[in-house]
Every structure is written in C-alpha cells, then in structure tokens.
C-alpha cells in the first residue's frame, strides 16, 4: 500500500489515523516457477526459474540438452500426473518461447535410440541380412557362411573392423552404436583319411577329407573296422 498513486511513499503498517486517507494499491506481474526433472538423465541445466505471468524464460532456459546413454533427448514436457512417466499423447513440448501462465514441473522426454548393423562377408557366399536392434539389445547370429567351394577358407567368426581384434561374442555383447561385423576367414587345410581297407561306421571304406582351419585342432574321427584286424591308429 501507497500513499500516493505513484508509489513512492509506501505505508508502513500500523500507522495512527489523524485525518483521512486514500491509499494505494500496488501490483506486480505474478511469477510462476518451472522446476526442470532430467528423467534419469544428467546435464548441466538449471534446477529451477521463475517467469512472469505471460511472459517466456527466453534467456533462463537451458542452454544445453541433457543426456542420457542410448537415448535421444526430444525436448522438455508437462508430466500430467506428477509421477516422471509422460503421458503417451503429449505431443507438445515447452521451450523458450512458450508463454507461461502457471506452475510447471517439465521432465525431459527420451526416445530409445535404435541401430543399423550390417555384415560384411569379406567374400564369403551369402551375405547375412543386416538387423536393426534397440540400444542394449543383442544381435541374432547369422547361419555359417562359406568361402567359394568350402575348401580354401574356413569361417573365423564375427569381428568389428578388418583387424580381428575384437570378435563379436552373440551371447554376451550388446549393440551400442551402429556398426558393420567383419567375416573373418582362415585359410583352410584339407586332412583326408583313408582307411586302408577299412569300412566306416556306414558301411563305406570311401576317404573321408576334412577341412580345418590352419593351426586349428583336429579331433579323430569315428574308428573304422576292418575284419580280423584291431584298428591301432
């Protein structure tokens, strides 16, 4: 309260009534508080502002994004119910420019970042259709392919660049980013077994070749049999 209508002469309360007064009211343009809630992200932005009634944050609003691993920030949102979950038809979001006109708690809102991964066959046959995953998600590992007739290369496995230094582990590891995996191959080494006269399990004595990858470990085969004779390798 004034005295005068140019507010210079404020009241002071209590005061002793001598004659009689006409004071006057003053009034300011209410604030409204806007509290900013990463949702599980972190960054450096202000915990809260405050803005007239009708007016934007213009400056006082964040300056950089918040983050958050494996996700893409799509901006700061009105979280309806007060408990950090956006509703799913809140398609608007509040920025520097909005007029404020009440209250607001704004939750970042995150989108679940989503990757490409192709395979290279480095010359093998097929080449496995590339998958498109979720952050996190583990990829499905692709049929065994092969190089030519078979005979020249054996398949090493999954790497993630062209200097197999990293194998792609399907079982354990999680796609993070988009990527290409690289077929590795081995050169191959044919061991072909005869048997001497002997028969195989099937009733066949034809030779049996297998192909290794070189300095790779071979295992023995099935025993052939021959008559009367004992097999001694």
């Known amino acids: 309260w004034y005295y005068d209508s140019e507010y210079r002469d404020a009241v002071t309360f209590p005061i002793t009534v001598e004659r009689s007064y006409e004071l006057h009211a003053k009034w300011d343009v209410t604030g409204y508080t806007i509290t900013f809630n990463a949702n599980g992200g972190e960054g450096d932005y202000p915990a809260m502002i405050t803005v007239k009634h009708g007016a934007t944050a213009g400056d ?30 809140e398609t608007t979001g509040i920025d520097a420019n909005t007029a404020i006109r009440q209250d607001m708690s704004l939750f970042a809102k995150w989108e679940l970042n989503t990757y490409t991964v192709t395979f290279e066959a480095a010359g093998g046959v097929v080449v496995p259709p590339s998958q498109t995953v979720n952050h996190g998600d583990k990829l499905v590992e692709p049929d065994e392919i092969v190089y ?24 354990n590891d999680v796609v993070t ?57």
């Open 177 to 233: 980013a988009p990527m290409e995996l690289v077929a590795r191959w081995i050169p191959a080494v044919t061991v072909i077994f005869n048997t001497n006269g002997g028969v195989w399990a099937d009733g066949t004595s034809d030779e049996k070749p297998v192909v290794v990858a070189s300095g790779s470990t071979l295992t023995m085969p099935e025993e052939p049999t021959n008559g009367a004779y004992l097999f001694v390798g």
């Open 148 to 171: 030519g007739d078979g005979t020249q290369y054996v398949f090493g496995g999954w790497y993630t660049d062209n200097t197999f230094s990293k194998q792609w582990d399907f079982e």
């Open 60 to 89: 006082q609003w964040p300056t950089s994004d918040p983050v958050l691993e494996g996700h893409t920030f799509l901006g700061w949102y009105l979280d309806e119910d007060s408990s950090g979950t956006l509703d799913e038809d």
